[in-house]
């Protein structure tokens, strides 16, 4: 089952594992192209993703970063399509003050709350729980943060879609999860396609963990060459059940109802050309369908 912003569902179809639909991080000048407040303008985006054969958008907006679940909840209800949204908290430059505040265990108490009784006055419920880390290092507050989190997955068994800065510091998250009693075969790593490293990405899935390509559509100008390849490779060395696709679009310059461009639709059009004169087509849909699936799927028996 998988946990929606409009309830539950059994089937999620065709999935971007890793976007931000509507988001509002900083009221200051330099967050402003990554603020996404027009609701009609992401009604109208959302509806070229489902034009395109889209059915699921999961919303890694967190704690903190402007997450506004009754916001997607109306988008949902507007254009048909399935959204989830998350618990958790982004990177240490994101974390809200007052975890500083809390005890480690009114930290987990706060996360099991949102999980088990949801968020808002909707009590709309988290479908998967983020944590993220910055540039090159895992910062005492973010080590503090995954340690808590990894138990939260412990004990509830919810999925996990982390951030990893620039693709960095992912083989540090899973060793801290792992430490904390966390499985990681339910976490994806986050951007780990922007380290074009391809024997980094496999360590990665050998450890069990899910790989989110989501910059993809970023370097329209090489027609994302970087990431075509190194997807074909890791498909070619047996490794398509560990991907997940998605476009992190959580920008005006990415959305065409802002005047910007690729769009949602993109993965979905131009890409899976590019990638279906490389790859199997059925491989493609594992990215898009059957591993976002597995990834996000969730008994809720342990809540």
């Known amino acids: ?35 996404l407040d ?6 109208e985006e959302v509806g070229r993703f489902t034009k395109a054969g ?15 679940p009754i916001a997607l909840e109306k988008i949902a209800r507007e254009t048909g399509t ?15 003050t007052w975890v500083d505040e809390l005890s480690n265990q009114e930290i987990y108490d706060f996360l099991i709350q949102e999980i088990v009784n949801g968020v808002s006055s909707h009590e709309l419920l988290p479908s998967a729980m983020k944590i993220g880390t910055s540039l090159n290092q895992v910062t005492n507050k973010e080590k503090r943060i995954i340690e808590i989190v990894g138990e939260v997955q412990r004990d509830t068994r919810i999925p996990m879609i982390t951030h990893c800065d620039q693709g960095s510091m992912g083989l540090e998250q899973l060793q801290l999860l792992r430490k904390s009693g966390a499985d990681i075969e339910q976490i994806c ?4 396609d922007l380290m074009n490293d391809v024997e980094y990405l496999k360590r990665l899935c050998d450890q069990g963990a899910s790989l989110s390509f989501d910059h993809v559509g970023r370097d329209l100008e090489n027609k994302d060459e970087i990431h075509a390849n190194l997807l074909t490779e890791l498909v070619k060395s047996g490794y398509e059940d560990f991907i997940c696709l998605a476009g992190d679009m959580g920008r005006k310059k990415y959305h065409k109802s802002y005047h910007g461009s690729p769009g949602l639709d993109y993965i979905l059009t ?17 990215m898009i369908t059957l591993n976002p699936q597995r990834q996000l799927n969730w008994s809720f028996d342990c809540v």
């Not at 027009?38 to 009604?43: Q, S």
């Not at 131009?270 to 594992?286: A, R, T, V």
């Open 270 to 286: 131009d890409f899976k050309e590019i990638m279906l004169d490389m790859i199997p087509e059925k491989s493609f849909e594992k």
């Open 38 to 43: 027009d609701i009609d303008r992401t009604i």
């Open 54 to 68: 889209g059915h699921t958008l999961v919303d890694l907006t967190p704690v903190n970063y402007g997450r506004n």
């Open 1 to 35: 089952m998988y946990r929606t912003v409009l309830g539950l569902v059994e089937e999620i179809g065709t999935t971007y594992i890793h976007e931000h639909l509507y988001v509002v991080p900083n009221e200051l000048p330099k967050y402003q192209d990554y603020t």
């Open 82 to 96: 399935n959204i989830l949204f998350v618990t958790g908290f982004h990177k240490e430059e994101f974390l809200p």
């Open 189 to 192: 790593l986050s951007h780990c």
